[in-house]
């Protein structure tokens, strides 16, 4: 990797889908923003798992890297959603990371511009994801891509154990009639 400043290298960047061979490539970049953001707890996901859900049989996600110079320079993941009240796909960006010396070069923007073109591409009726409240420098970066915070919604999660006992208690009731 170059420790050349953005300016004096940054030719156009190269934004293309993954591929099986970018894995540990995306993994690093995963544990990266997951430090940089001092994300609570430890990345417990590997290459591996990576792998199956981008290429295995049961793909859930998708990722596109961006390359500077033919250097890995950053990568967004994301997956399909679906909105009933619009009636319409859409598609979750769960991850956007441009490493340090690629950052204020455009390519967090060239990255969220390509996203946006695929979902109008697909017929999506937006693009959306989540940002740590306490990640100021990314806020103020979508608030200039006229990104809207949404008031009316919270984000609600079941994990760990909890996950596990109304698992349990959902079994405990017996398995669910269809008609």
């Known amino acids: 990797m170059s420790d050349h400043p953005p300016s004096a290298t940054l030719t156009t960047p190269l934004i293309r889908p993954a591929r099986p061979d970018d894995v540990e490539t995306i993994h690093r970049f995963i544990v990266e923003l997951a430090e940089a953001e001092q994300f609570p707890g430890e990345v417990t996901a590997q290459p591996g798992n990576v792998a199956d859900a981008l290429f295995g049989?049961?793909?859930?996600?998708e990722a596109v890297l961006?390359?500077?110079?033919?250097e890995p320079a950053g990568f967004?993941?994301?997956?399909?959603?679906?909105?009933t009240v619009l009636?319409?796909?859409g598609i979750h960006l769960e991850?956007?990371?441009v490493r340090p010396e690629y950052r204020g070069a455009g390519l967090g923007r060239a990255l969220l511009a390509h996203l946006a073109n695929l979902a109008v591409q697909r017929g999506c009726g937006r693009l959306e994801w989540w940002v740590l409240r306490t990640n100021e420098p990314a806020l103020r970066f979508y608030r200039r891509l006229h990104a809207r915070g949404l008031d009316e919604i919270e984000i609600m999660r079941l994990d760990g154990e909890a996950?596990?006992?109304?698992?349990a208690n959902a079994s405990a009731i017996g398995p669910a009639r269809t008609s």
Do not use: H, K, M, Q
């Open 66 to 70: 961006a390359e500077i110079n033919s």
């Open 95 to 97: 991850d956007l990371y």
């Open 87 to 89: 009636g319409r796909p």
């Open 163 to 167: 996950l596990r006992t109304l698992a």
């Open 76 to 83: 967004a993941l994301f997956y399909p959603t679906y909105s």
């Open 57 to 61: 049989p049961t793909a859930v996600a």
